[in-house]
Structure formats: C-alpha cells, structure tokens
C-alpha cells in the first residue's frame, strides 16, 4: 500500500494507485466501509458493491480472500452479521455468489 500524503492530490493519487495496484484489497476495504454504513441507512452503497462483485465471480473470491487476510473473518460472515431479515439474506447471498 502506497503511504498516505499531506496533500489532496497525493491522498487523491494514492487512493488510484492503491485501487489499481490491488483491486481485491480496495475492494474489500470498500466493502467493509459499506458494512459500516449500513445501519445509517446507506444500504444502496453495500448493494451496489456486492452486485459488481456478483457478477465477477473469481474477483468475488480474490476479493474475500483479501476480507480474510486483512480483517481476520470471512465477509458472508460480515454480511450477515451487519445486515438482518431478508435484505441480510439477499445481500449474503450476493456475497457467497449464490445463483437463483
């Protein structure tokens, strides 16, 4: 991971650099903020992360594997722990890669 700078446009260029030098890395640190945001009602960023990864399933499975090497549990456990009733059920779904 590229070190954070003092300015905006070298936290600007770390940030793209980073999400382009490990993609599943980014990825699950953007899911794992978005877990965050779930219980302020900000269910439509989880979502729409959870479907992009859905529909790249050996990105999916590098993305969960980065969850576990960086935040030490599975992220179908995270999904479900953050997320209840049937929005929990859909979005762990998406996070197993689950098709029905």
């Not at 793209?16 to 960023?45: F, G, M, Q």
């Not at 050996?58 to 993305?63: A, F, P, Q, S």
């Amino acid at each position: 991971m590229i070190q954070r700078s003092k300015n905006l446009v070298g936290e600007t260029l770390a940030y793209i650099l980073n999400s382009v030098l490990n993609r599943p890395v980014h990825d699950a640190l953007l899911l794992y903020h978005a877990l965050a945001e779930t219980s302020e009602d900000r269910t439509d960023l989880l979502v729409s992360r959870l479907v992009r990864f859905y529909w790249e399933p050996r990105h999916l499975e590098r993305v969960k594997a980065a969850h576990r090497a960086k935040y030490g549990t599975r992220l179908e456990k995270a999904v479900a722990e953050g997320t209840k009733g049937e929005f929990g059920e859909f979005c762990r779904r998406l996070a197993l890669g689950e098709e029905q």
